[in-house]
């Protein structure tokens, strides 16, 4: 329940803390779409990490990015007490960390809205329950609720990001350099930031790439500076016909390079959201985790999952070792899948 009722003052500057991952910060955009949708004429900040900056420049519901330094928490505390002698008169954060909720405090905000968790209650104006029914919603849902503090939310579509003509003409240089300009193009993000129980094996990807490539596709690999010896080895194992990717792209770049490809296979991560957001298609591998919570939005997707007694137990590594979750994705249905919304590339 809200602590008290929402002042009728429209706030002149709302600062928005942003969620830190790339994958729950395209989910927010509909949040941040239907804030500016109830308040029109408001200034909206967006305090973010900073390589999620770019993305977040691209959101037309914002008129600034606030940009913490170096991403610590201490470039946390020093940004929310410089934005304090700007004035800010509503807070809303969608992290359900301790410092998302001090960081109102700090920069001065008179109404300050999150979820109350970790012991953070008493910093929030407005605070809600995460209870059992609101943590079933799927994450787009659950940021919505957030803004749903001030009243009733105004219909917004899924999560899109918008790339520039100036972007697509650099990737496009970027792929006919590599071979790959004039090919239908399937991308492969075959690591997750969050851990192994994610992911597909690696020697999945190896044969469904040689399969795609026998087909006519080039193959397209994406992921992060960390994910470079995994990825390496898949393109060597492909060969021919596949173009690595991994860590030479800034986020904008990704996304303008996903929108070339005719769809995307995946593990449950951050590119997958993007994917979905430049609406490429997306061939989603759920093990570890639930589709009902973060599932790929939009038309045309497939998800595949093959449900066990112990999934999803949200965990980063196997607790039972066997990983059977994702083992049991054969490469047969995820081509199939890949054939079926693929299409002839674009």
């Not at 909206?44 to 900056?53: E, F, G, K, N």
């Not at 993000?189 to 044969?207: T, V």
């Not at 449950?268 to 939005?297: E, R």
């Not at 949200?314 to 919304?341: K, T």
Request: proline share 5%; hydrophobic share 40%; charged share 25%.
């Amino acid at each position: 329940m809200l602590k008290k009722s929402m002042s009728a003052t429209v706030p002149q500057k709302i600062l928005v803390r942003a969620p830190n991952w790339l994958g729950d910060a395209v989910l927010a955009f509909p949040a941040v779409e239907a804030l500016r949708g109830r308040f029109p004429t408001s200034q909206i900040l967006l305090m973010t990490r900073p390589y999620l900056s770019e993305l977040w420049s691209a959101q037309p519901a914002v008129d600034r990015v606030v940009t913490i330094r170096d991403g610590s928490k201490r470039a946390e505390v020093e940004t929310a007490l410089s934005l304090r002698r700007e004035g800010v008169d509503l807070y809303l954060t969608f992290p359900r960390s301790f410092l998302s909720a001090l960081t109102g405090l700090l920069a001065g905000a008179k109404v300050r809205v999150g979820y109350s968790s970790e012991g953070r209650g008493w910093l929030l104006t407005h605070r809600l329950r995460r209870d059992a029914e609101t943590l079933k919603l799927h994450r787009v849902q659950y940021y919505l609720k957030l803004v749903e503090v001030f009243g009733e939310v105004s219909e917004v579509g899924p999560p899109k990001v918008t790339v520039t003509a100036e972007m697509r003409e650099r990737v496009d240089g970027v792929l006919r350099k590599g071979g790959v300009g004039g090919f239908p193009k399937v991308g492969f993000n075959p690591g997750a930031l969050y851990g192994e129980a994610k992911c597909w094996p690696q020697g999945r990807f190896i044969e469904l790439g040689r399969r795609l490539v026998e087909d006519g596709y080039k193959v397209l690999l994406f992921g992060t500076l960390g994910e470079q010896g995994r990825n390496a080895e898949i393109t060597r194992g492909i060969g021919e016909g596949c173009l690595d990717l991994t860590g030479r792209t800034s986020l904008m770049e990704l996304a303008a390079v996903l929108e070339r490809c005719c769809c995307l296979v995946t593990n449950d991560t951050g590119t997958m959201h993007l994917s979905a957001a430049v609406g490429t298609p997306v061939v989603a591998l759920f093990g570890s985790t639930d589709p009902a919570l973060t599932s790929p939005v939009g038309d045309g997707h497939v998800i595949i999952r093959h449900q066990i007694s112990c999934s999803p137990c949200f965990e980063r590594i196997c607790p039972e070792e066997h990983h059977r979750c994702m083992r049991g994705i054969e490469v047969e249905e995820v081509l199939e899948a890949v054939r079926r919304i693929g299409g002839d590339g674009r």
